[in-house]
């Protein structure tokens, strides 16, 4: 069983900037293909971004192309999401999400291939 702690959530401008890092727990986290997500309020969950077990493949949903900057440091068993340009509508619950003993190129936007999420961290982007 994986468990996954997101933090690093909060309030800022817009223009602002904020890093959300998710820590996973167990000893295979280099197996898993990895997911960020976000939900808001009265809206279906949508796929951010996504990192591959080696962290080199890491396709990014449209509407954060350029300003969101997804890592992973597997020594330390943590994914990192860094969001600049803040908009207020990036205003949303962020979820990590993990891929259990994925293939080493595996990568997915659907919120339903992953086994394991975090509880969220709340990003509100003030206009």
């Known amino acids: 069983q994986v468990q996954l702690v997101e933090s690093g959530g909060g309030l800022v401008q817009a223009g602002g900037s904020l890093r959300l890092s998710c820590a996973a727990s167990?000893?295979?986290?280099?197996?898993?293909?990895m997911g960020w997500f976000r939900q808001a309020p009265g809206k279906e969950r949508e796929f951010v971004v996504g990192i591959v077990r080696s962290g080199n493949i890491t396709p990014y949903a449209d509407s954060v192309k350029g300003r969101f900057t997804v890592s992973r440091d597997n020594a330390k068993n943590t994914v990192y999401l860094q969001m600049n340009s803040l908009k207020p509508e990036d205003t949303a619950v962020y979820y990590c999400?993990?891929?259990?003993?994925?293939?080493?190129?595996?990568?997915?936007?659907?919120?339903?291939?992953?086994?394991?999420w975090g509880q969220g961290t709340q990003v509100t982007v003030s206009s």
């Open positions: 999400a993990a891929k259990g003993d994925s293939g080493y190129y595996y990568y997915s936007t659907s919120p339903h291939e992953y086994d394991y």
């Open positions: 167990g000893p295979t986290f280099s197996n898993y293909a």
